[in-house]
């Protein structure tokens, strides 16, 4: 017997690829949302954890501005206290000056020059006296220039020959002689800590007079 299908097969083959063909669609439709919705969940981590890092890294920077302003504070106070040690060691320098100044003039005048003038005008010192020859002022310009601490710089203004009358009305020939120096503050603490009595001890041998 023989039997004939009479029902529109084409038709039910055409539905039948018709539903896989949507059903594979609707499938890659699916993982295509799923991948898509992956990604943005992956997304949204990476960012909340990059924002989280910013987070520390903004508490970090502000905290280390504080550390410099801080840092900056200090050094100011450092440098506002050094500035003050140096005018006080200042002050206890320029209170020992006329000390070690004399001192220093009586160490470094030589035998046979008198002093008799001594003028100071802030670092520069004028000095005015008589000397028995031209070669004592020399001399004395020498010691000023490479042997005194705290004397620099002489500079010889004049120096001219006068007679003068000696208590025995004896005429001698002297030279009248003016100079002017620099104070200078000396390297070490050890070289101006000259003492005193030293100018006292000394002053027999070059009597000075200051004004």
């Known amino acids: 017997m023989i039997l004939i299908n009479l029902l529109p097969h084409r038709e039910e083959k055409r539905r039948q690829r018709k539903r896989s063909f949507f059903i594979t669609l609707g499938a890659c439709a699916a993982i295509g949302v799923g991948i898509t919705a992956a990604w943005y969940l992956a997304l949204q981590q990476m960012t ?33 206290l050094k ?12 209170r020992n000056v006329p000390v070690h100044l004399l001192d220093e003039l009586v160490r470094q005048t030589p035998e046979g020059v008198y002093l008799n003038n001594i003028r100071q005008n802030g670092e520069v010192v004028t ?7 031209n070669e004592r002022v020399s001399e004395f310009l020498r010691n000023t220039l490479y042997s005194s601490p705290w004397l620099e710089r002489p500079e010889l203004i004049e120096i001219k020959a006068a007679n003068v009358t000696a208590a025995n009305r004896e005429q001698r020939r002297l030279y009248e002689f003016s100079m002017r120096v620099t104070l200078k503050r000396p390297q070490s603490a050890a070289a101006a800590a000259t003492p005193a009595s030293g100018a006292a001890s000394s002053a027999a041998r070059a009597p000075v007079k200051a004004s």
């Open 48 to 80: 909340a954890a990059q924002d989280e890092r910013n987070a520390f890294l903004k508490t970090e920077i502000a905290r280390l501005d504080n550390q410099i302003k801080d840092i900056a504070t200090l050094r100011t106070e450092i440098e506002a």
């Open 83 to 94: 500035a003050r040690q140096k005018a006080v060691e200042d002050l206890q320098t320029d």
């Open 127 to 133: 000095v005015s006296g008589v000397a028995q020859t």
